[in-house]
């Protein structure tokens, strides 16, 4: 599996970013490609620092260490996996603007490194090291983009 981190894996990505237009259509789901980027950016914006999630102590309690391992494992996402409130994006976003926006925050993990986390412990998956933080945030970006054939 690539890094985030790396240069070369971050450009994979953007690479692949660059590949959708407007009109892309989802293999499954309900997002538009425009939905999608905008949903992209709020983990990595969690990961910064800039997005405050809601805390769910006793979600976390109860369910973070064991989601924390399936989505940290080597293996793909599922479809249909659920996801956060603060990530579901319901309007229609300038598809323009989230694509760069997207590429701008991307770029970021290749600039500067184990860096760009701000955070060491996130709300719901609790302390992660940066290999895990490079895995969840490679494998999002993998899962979607996938989703809409890149």
Known sequence: MES????????????R???LTPITLSQWGKMTVSQMLL???QPIKVAYGTLQLEP????AFFFGKSAKKKLT???PFGKGMPTSK???ITHEPDFETSKKELIE???????????????DKHPFFGK???????????KHLDHHLKQFGA
């Open 17 to 19: 970013i660059h590949t």
């Open 105 to 119: 925050l991307v770029s970021i993990f290749a600039k500067e490194g184990h860096d760009a986390i701000k955070i």
């Open 86 to 88: 603060e990530f579901k």
């Open 56 to 59: 769910k102590p006793l979600l």
């Open 73 to 75: 494992n080597k293996q």
């Open 128 to 138: 992660m090291t940066m290999h895990e933080w490079d895995l969840m945030q490679w």
């Open 39 to 41: 949903h992209c950016q």
């Open 4 to 15: 985030i981190f790396d240069p070369q894996g971050n450009k994979n990505i953007i690479d």
